[in-house]
């Protein structure tokens, strides 16, 4: 579900798939194995993500959470035009950096 490039201190996480249902579990397991290291920064690339749920939200407010802990911030690029407006509604950008497509 999750490709990984490590350049300079920063991992992009690409998300291969759609963030809902089972693959929220899965992307939950992958993430929070990988933010367990200490990178300079974290980003997450959704260029392949047409849709996420309430659980996939909510791996990513916890993943956020962890990072925060840790003075790091989560930033996710390369988002759809419908998540980018869901993330603003919910207020998201608050909480992490969101960079639309």
Do not use: C, W
Not at 9 to 23: H, M, N, R
Not at 57 to 64: S, T
Not at 74 to 92: D, E, G, Y
Request: charged share 25%; hydrophobic share 45%; aromatic share 4%.
């Amino acid at each position: 579900m999750i490709e990984k490039q490590i350049a300079d201190g920063v991992i992009t996480l690409t998300v291969k798939q759609d963030v809902v249902a089972t693959a929220g579990v899965q992307l939950k397991s992958e993430l929070m194995a990988i933010i367990v290291d200490d990178y300079d920064q974290y980003i997450l690339d959704f260029d392949q993500v047409n849709s996420i749920d309430s659980s996939g939200v909510g791996v990513l407010i916890a993943a956020q959470n962890d990072l925060g802990r840790r003075g790091n911030k989560l930033k996710v690029t390369n988002v759809s035009a419908p998540i980018h407006k869901m993330f603003r509604i919910m207020r998201l950008d608050k909480h992490f950096d969101i960079e639309p497509k």
